[in-house]
């Protein structure tokens, strides 16, 4: 790891990684999982012993529902209403996010339930403080 990611908090070295369209999560040296959102110890052990790596950014989306309105933080205003479900990454991480490419409607969302699991790929949103963690399905 580069001196200057050394120094930097688990935080900003994630949404650095958000900016650039990377998703960066941690992979413990001791009991060899992810810890995703990243941390400074391993969610599955607490071993401190952890690197950096980046994910595929692929996974599938296994459920999905629309937010409320209005929307949970003034910075999702703009795009609300608007779609976010738990998925599961190729790396075997559950993340929730926002979907994009699907319509915050009734139709829209039983069309992807009776889809079944869905092929996600990553697809950050650019807000004006931070990038948000966001998928689309593939293809």
Same mark, same amino acid.
């Given at each position: 790891?580069?001196?200057?990611?050394?120094?930097?908090?688990?935080?900003?070295?994630?949404?650095?990684?958000? *900016?650039?369209?990377? @998703?960066? %999560?941690?992979?413990?040296? !001791?009991?060899?999982? #992810?810890?995703?959102?990243?941390?400074?110890?391993?969610?599955?052990?607490?071993?401190?012993?952890?690197?950096?790596?980046?994910?595929?950014? *692929?996974?599938?989306? @296994?459920? %999905?529902?629309?937010?409320? !309105?209005?929307?949970? #933080?003034?910075?999702?205003?703009?795009?609300?209403?608007?779609?976010?479900?738990?998925?599961?990454?190729?790396?075997?991480?559950?993340?929730?996010?926002?979907?994009?490419?699907?319509?915050?409607?009734?139709?829209?969302?039983?069309?992807?339930?009776?889809?079944?699991?869905?092929?996600?790929?990553?697809?950050?949103?650019?807000?004006?403080?931070?990038?948000?963690?966001?998928?689309?399905?593939?293809?």
């Amino acid at each position: 790891m580069p001196q200057a990611q050394a120094n930097d908090s688990a935080i900003k070295i994630y949404y650095d990684g958000l *900016r650039q369209g990377v @998703l960066k %999560a941690r992979k413990c040296r !001791s009991c060899d999982r #992810h810890t995703f959102p990243p941390t400074t110890c391993c969610e599955h052990c607490g071993s401190w012993d952890l690197d950096w790596v980046e994910l595929t950014g *692929r996974g599938t989306l @296994l459920f %999905a529902t629309h937010n409320i !309105s209005p929307a949970c #933080h003034p910075r999702f205003e703009p795009i609300a209403p608007y779609v976010y479900g738990h998925l599961r990454l190729d790396e075997g991480i559950t993340v929730q996010a926002i979907i994009r490419g699907i319509e915050a409607t009734p139709e829209a969302l039983r069309a992807v339930f009776e889809r079944g699991p869905v092929p996600v790929v990553a697809d950050i949103l650019v807000m004006d403080d931070l990038p948000v963690l966001a998928f689309r399905p593939a293809g």
